[in-house]
């Protein structure tokens, strides 16, 4: 198939790829929170706190937060950067994003939002302090030009974060693959009313980047000083680079 990706297993046009994606996001929004915390036993918000201790963000920096949902990381770095700082949401996905904004809001925090790709951010060169993406990263069609804008749009000495689904531990894949392929379609048709959803999880985590080829790619992309953190025995990787 001409100019074609993955989506899940599946191999599909590129230009079909966000269109499905949307449909996925679309689909789960309403309980995506809800299921963040059943599928991952409430796991995911050390995952997040973590990622922010390691994003050395102090008080006044400039954050952008890239796909980031319903922004669980955005209030943690607001909450860092303080009133002197500015955190930016975005999203491609305008259900996620409003959900993320209602959220925030009923927390009392008020931060820019903006719907864009990841793979075009709409802000000049050399803005930010700091960019993460959470669980976002291998939804995007073109994984290399994304890290190439991450990085155009962080200042000299930025950090980008990239918190994402790995490689499982070899003596556990065995049982996280029989969790991904029936527990988790399973939890997704009786929760969120989509088992296809949450087996396009499951998929595309299988087709995501390992540890050591992401690590690969950010610095094709021009980043220094990768390294990775593995967690809960590589389900999850967090990877981070500089620009320098």
């Known amino acids: 198939m001409k100019d074609a990706t993955d989506f899940g297993f599946q191999q599909v046009p590129e230009e079909e790829k966000a269109?499905?994606?949307a449909g996925v996001f679309d689909s789960v929004a309403g309980r995506y929170?809800?299921?963040?915390?059943?599928?991952?036993?409430?796991?995911?918000?050390?995952?997040?706190?973590?990622?922010?201790?390691?994003?050395?963000?102090?008080?006044?920096?400039?954050?952008?937060?890239?796909?980031?949902?319903?922004?669980?990381?955005?209030?943690?770095?607001?909450?860092?950067?303080?009133?002197?700082g500015c955190v930016i949401l975005t999203d491609i996905n305008a259900a996620m994003l409003g959900i993320g904004r209602d959220r925030l809001v009923d927390e009392g925090i008020v931060i820019p939002l903006a719907q864009c790709s990841g793979e075009r951010l709409p802000f000049p060169d050399d803005t930010f302090d700091c960019v993460s993406v959470g669980f976002g990263l291998r939804n995007?069609?073109?994984?290399?030009?994304?890290?190439?804008?991450m990085r155009r749009v962080l200042r000299p000495g930025g950090r980008l974060l990239v918190l994402e689904?790995?490689?499982?531990?070899?003596?556990l894949a065995p049982l996280y693959d029989l969790y991904?392929?029936?527990?988790?379609?399973?939890?997704?048709?009786?929760?969120?009313?989509?088992?296809?959803?949450?087996?396009?999880?499951?998929?595309?985590?299988?087709?995501?980047?390992d540890q050591e080829t992401l690590k690969a790619m950010m610095y094709e992309a021009g980043f220094d000083d990768v390294d990775y953190f593995n967690l809960s025995a590589g389900i999850i990787a967090l990877h981070r680079g500089v620009k320098y």
Do not use: C
């Open 19 to 21: 269109r499905r994606v």
């Open 33 to 84: 929170d809800l299921m963040n915390d059943l599928m991952s036993a409430g796991l995911h918000r050390y995952w997040k706190r973590f990622t922010l201790e390691k994003s050395m963000v102090r008080a006044g920096d400039r954050v952008l937060d890239v796909a980031g949902g319903t922004g669980d990381l955005a209030r943690l770095f607001a909450q860092r950067v303080g009133a002197a």
């Open 140 to 149: 995007m069609t073109h994984k290399d030009a994304a890290l190439a804008e």
């Open 165 to 171: 689904f790995s490689r499982v531990a070899k003596p």
């Open 180 to 209: 991904s392929f029936q527990v988790l379609p399973r939890m997704g048709r009786l929760v969120a009313g989509s088992a296809e959803s949450y087996r396009y999880l499951a998929e595309s985590i299988r087709m995501h980047p």
